[in-house]
């Protein structure tokens, strides 16, 4: 992994040196652009308004333009700033790790620390496992100031960047002001469908269906060029299932049969040493 940022943890006079990683990366198939005639590759140019020419990235900075007048910022500027040019990632409280709600949550990075500091490290990392709390911490990182909260993953610790509170909407749709009329016979029918596929959550036991069915799609293109077949490629589609069922109860009621059905081809599957059905949606689904 390559590391992204320096500086170090503060909790009280505790100062503890620390390399920063990104914890996540895109698995997703890289696209590009092209020109569907001749399949030549489409690029973007950067051009400057002012004189027509192609500006590179080395002569290009910042600007704030408020519709009467523009205020050019350079790096040096920027650089300038206090908090830019802070390096600390300064805890501010201990909180019960349940208050933070999980829409905050943003980008994820490991926190790696220096030799010399692993013994505060660790003492940060099982103080906050014994309290079963999480630090709320702020830094700066790429010209922006970063609200965050630090906890425990595995052996490391994790700063999940989160946002702040004018960066979350509220979810104001009228229609949720009328509340419809629920029988208990739908709720308890909803309640069977949430037994029949309740389960613990193991994130490896999900695969993103769209990205594998991509790649194939790419091999196949590449094996047979423009006399690919996409339906012997791929089977034909399942869309419309359902479609027809209109009826609240009689959808719960289905969606439970086939949810057991399910369970039972997996079990099977599983026993037997069958592998997963191929996925018809390009969604995230569960292996058998």
């Keep these: 992994m390559r590391t992204i940022w320096k500086g170090s943890i503060s909790f009280g006079l505790v100062n503890v040196p620390v390399r920063v990683y990104s914890a996540t990366q895109s698995h997703d198939v890289s696209l590009h652009q092209v020109h569907a005639e001749d399949g030549g590759r489409i690029r973007y140019q950067r051009k400057c308004e002012v004189c027509g020419e192609v500006v590179a990235y080395e002569d290009i900075t910042k600007a704030y333009d408020d519709g009467e007048n523009t205020v050019v910022l350079t790096a040096q500027d920027l650089a300038s700033l206090p908090a830019e040019s802070s390096k600390e990632i300064e805890v501010v409280e201990f909180v019960p790790a349940k208050q933070i709600d999980p829409i905050r949550l943003d980008k994820a990075y490991y926190l790696e620390p220096e030799e010399q500091a692993l013994k505060p490290y660790t003492l940060l990392r099982r103080a906050l496992e014994d309290t079963e709390r999480s ?129 039972s081809a997996s079990r099977a599957d599983a026993s037997g040493g069958g592998g997963a059905g191929q996925g018809s949606n390009g969604r995230a689904r569960k292996k058998a």
């Design 135 to 263: 630090a709320v911490v702020r830094f700066a990182l790429r010209q922006k100031t970063r609200l965050a909260v630090l906890r425990v993953r595995d052996k490391a610790l994790l700063l999940q960047t989160m946002l702040w509170d004018d960066e979350i909407r509220e979810a104001e749709f009228d229609v949720l002001e009328t509340v419809p009329r629920i029988s208990a016979k739908e709720r308890d029918m909803a309640s069977q469908l949430v037994s029949s596929l309740a389960a613990d959550f193991d994130a490896a036991e999900f695969t993103d269906d769209y990205q594998e069915q991509l790649r194939t799609l790419v091999e196949a293109k590449l094996e047979q060029g423009e006399t690919l077949d996409t339906s012997k490629t791929f089977g034909e589609s399942e869309e419309g299932e359902d479609a027809e069922v209109v009826d609240l109860m009689e959808a719960l009621q289905r969606s439970v049969e086939r949810s057991k059905k399910r369970r």
